[in-house]
């Protein structure tokens, strides 16, 4: 299903990509996008597959603008480490019940509450996100410390 065919790139035009995507859905909802990156990310470039990166990455921004309130933010950090780069989405959601922290990648997993059942989804998309991140070699994770 997910051919990953890399290519050496810039990462932030990819993320932009994906910030695009996703931008008139959140000023509907008057939710505000920030990104908070060096300036050592706007030039880096780094072998991935653009397309399904950007697919990875609006996925996570979909379920962000899904399920925050209208007037709040989603933040995107691009960190560069030693060895990686590492981007973190931060929204200001309705959170994840934590009987359900190690259910939330897995094929057609949704939530049972009312907020997640009263929005459309398959349940595909975190998932997906999940399996091109480690196409990449990368991992993708919940940070329970900053859950409600």
């Known amino acids: 299903m997910i051919r990953l065919q890399p290519e050496t790139g810039r990462i932030f035009d990819t ?33 991935h597959d653009r397309k399904w990166l950007c697919e990875a990455l609006l996925n996570l921004l979909d379920n962000g603008v899904k399920y925050s309130p209208s007037g709040t933010v989603i933040t995107i950090r691009a960190l560069r480490m030693t060895s990686f780069l590492r981007i973190e989405i931060q929204d200001q959601g309705i959170g994840i019940p934590r009987e359900n922290y190690h259910k939330v990648f897995q094929r057609f997993f949704r939530g049972t509450q009312p907020e997640v059942q009263k929005e459309e989804g398959a349940g595909v998309g975190l998932y997906l996100a999940r399996r091109i991140i480690e196409g990449h070699h990368g991992t993708i994770s919940l940070d329970t410390r900053k859950m409600k």
Do not use: P, R
Request: charged share 30%; glycine share 6%; proline share 0%.
């Open 15 to 47: 993320i932009l990509e994906a910030v695009n995507g996703i931008w008139v859905k959140a000023q509907k909802k008057n939710i505000e996008i920030q990104m908070d990156a060096g300036d050592d990310i706007e030039d880096l470039m780094i072998s």
